[in-house]
């Protein structure tokens, strides 16, 4: 039942968000943009743009949708229904606990073997979501470091983090395809070669620039978690927990070079330059402050 609650919430979200995106687009076209001197009434196409909301929020509700199908299925793990050891034991405890707490229903529970010290949350909604924490995470952090990240997680389940996520992906795929529409239409009719070049290229482009949005959005919502982690099992806890598997990182880093170079960078968030505007972590030295400041 949970399942399709979710399913059906993210249908009417999308039916919403694409009803008033038409709306606005209409107002904009034909009211705003005339009232400044711009006439693009000719030039956009509605169907371009129906089409680019359909693709844009289908793909992206889809993803969410199926999303604990797709962890699954791309993870070795198993799920903790009970508790048969003292490691699922804290981390099926602390899940529920938490979620009592908040009053929400119980995530789905997951262990999966990996070495580095992780955990995810997903789902379509509050209510139907899942945490799951890798092997790595047991071996290398104590109890409380443990407790302070799958409140972290939960926090991101609270705080509706997967669904925000998907909107703006949403939006960002809905521009990406509008405007290489836009270009490919008007460029078609004297060159249908280039158009077609054209539009592949500014769909590459536009989907790497898109990611800048939603790497920032992803950053400020790690801080969140962390505050929600903070409030939940301790400020000292969610610190001591980010000091760990930073130390983690650089043991691995020392170990294996450039081996897993992606897994490290994904969990310390340790980009500098242009690639830091693509970093889905803050860097934890940052979120420890952030966190001491609190």
């Not at 956009?44 to 604990?68: E, H």
């Not at 995530?107 to 010290?117: A, G, I, L, N, R």
């Not at 860097?283 to 001491?292: F, H, K, Q």
Request: glycine share 6%; net charge positive.
């Amino acid at each position: 039942m949970n399942k399709l609650k979710g399913i059906g919430l993210l249908l009417i979200a999308n039916v919403l968000i694409f009803v008033t995106l038409s709306i606005s687009f209409q107002i904009m076209v034909h009211s705003i943009l005339p009232a400044f001197g711009i006439d693009v009434r000719g030039a956009i196409n509605q169907q371009d743009l129906v089409w680019a909301l359909v693709i844009g929020f289908g793909g992206a509700f889809l993803s969410l949708a199926f999303s604990k199908q797709m962890a699954r299925s791309m993870l070795d793990c198993r799920p903790i229904t009970q508790p048969r050891s003292h490691a699922e034991q804290v981390i099926y405890g602390s899940v529920q606990e938490i979620a009592q707490r908040l009053h929400m229903a119980m995530p789905e529970v997951w262990v999966y073997d990996s070495p580095d010290p992780n955990a995810f949350a997903t789902g379509p909604s509050r209510n139907n979501s899942m945490v799951a924490v890798s092997t790595g995470l047991l071996q290398h952090l104590r109890e409380e470091e443990v407790k302070a990240v799958l409140a972290h997680e939960m926090g991101h389940v609270y705080n509706g983090d997967m669904f925000t996520t998907t909107v703006l992906a949403g939006l960002m795929n809905t521009f990406v395809y509008f405007i290489s529409r836009w270009v490919y239409r008007n460029l078609a009719e004297r060159n249908a070669p280039l158009a077609f070049g054209v539009y592949m290229f500014l769909q590459i482009v536009l989907s790497f620039l898109a990611m800048i949005p939603i790497s920032w959005f992803s950053r400020r919502r790690e801080y969140a978690a962390d505050a929600f982690a903070a409030k939940v099992y301790g400020r000292d806890a969610m610190i001591s927990a980010l000091r760990a598997i930073d130390r983690w990182v650089h043991r691995a880093q020392c170990e294996y070079a450039t081996q897993d170079a992606l897994a490290t960078m994904k969990i310390s968030g340790k980009t500098s330059g242009f690639l830091s505007l693509f970093a889905t972590h803050p860097p934890i030295e940052a979120r420890i402050n952030a966190l001491e400041r609190a």
